[in-house]
């Protein structure tokens, strides 16, 4: 699946290249969201793009289910992974918007949704077995599931471990709204929120006991301190224009 998602991305970018060569040839000034992967329309191109984004989500979510079990790479496969969305086209279906400035966002979506999926799931089930058994639960000796972090899962572990999760959020949302260059939140107000929320991830460092939290507490600062230091030198540069 792998190779057919890179073979119909090499094949939509080309095509997409070509289109754009010939237009611009003739002095046209062409959108980049217009060539991007095969146009929008839902033609041929488009009915090849969204095979490929396809072939390109069940590899993803394959390779996901090959390394649930493993107890080294657990929270950190994750990494691995998420460059294979790059494959992404816009299709003219599903993703019918997505220029080439916004492919970045699918692989960033995904490290919160799947380190919070499985927080969320070692919280359930370490919690329920609290709650059968009575004893405390040790995140360290469990086969894959905690990554060593020795953690009691009484109602307050479970409490504090979920703030610490919902704690870690807020800046991944802000960092995909930069992203995907939406307006809503620019200049001061997007600084502000940063400043208010980015502390708030050590926060959550210093109260989970999962690993799957803590590494994205840490995607979530060094996220925060790309956007910021990314929008400055966007903003220092516009300065110099004017």
């Known amino acids: 699946m792998l190779l057919v998602a890179f073979t119909i ?11 754009g060569n010939r237009k611009m040839g003739w002095g046209w000034k062409v959108p980049p969201q217009t060539i991007y992967g095969g146009g929008s329309s839902k033609g041929g191109g488009g009915a090849l793009a969204l095979m490929g984004n396809i072939a390109t989500v069940e590899t993803f ?20 992974l998420c460059p294979i969305l790059l494959l992404l086209n816009q299709d003219g279906y599903l993703l019918a918007r997505m220029t080439d400035q916004q492919r970045y966002a699918p692989v ?6 799947v380190l919070t999926s499985k927080a969320f799931a070692d919280l359930l089930e ?19 599931g905690g990554g060593g972090a020795a953690g009691v899962m009484s109602l307050g572990a479970f409490l504090l471990n979920n703030l610490g999760i919902f704690l870690t959020l807020p800046n991944h949302v ?19 929120l940063l400043v208010i929320f980015t502390p708030l991830n050590l926060v959550a460092l ?7 939290v803590r590494v994205q507490a840490l995607c979530s600062i060094v996220f925060a301190l790309i956007q910021f230091f990314h929008g400055r030198r966007l903003q220092r540069k516009g300065m110099q224009l004017l």
């Open 206 to 212: 210093l109260v989970t006991s999962l690993d799957s």
């Open 174 to 192: 802000f960092f995909l709204n930069y992203l995907w260059g939406s307006s809503k939140l620019e200049g001061l107000s997007s600084d502000f």
């Open 61 to 80: 979510l394959l390779c996901l289910l090959l390394f649930k079990e493993n107890e080294v790479l657990h929270s950190y496969v994750i990494f691995m």
């Open 126 to 144: 370490a919690y329920s077995l609290y709650g059968k058994t009575g004893k405390h639960y040790d995140f360290g000796r469990r086969g894959g």
């Open 108 to 113: 960033v979506a995904s490290i919160p949704l």
């Open 9 to 19: 991305k090499l094949k939509v970018k080309r095509g997409a290249g070509a289109v």
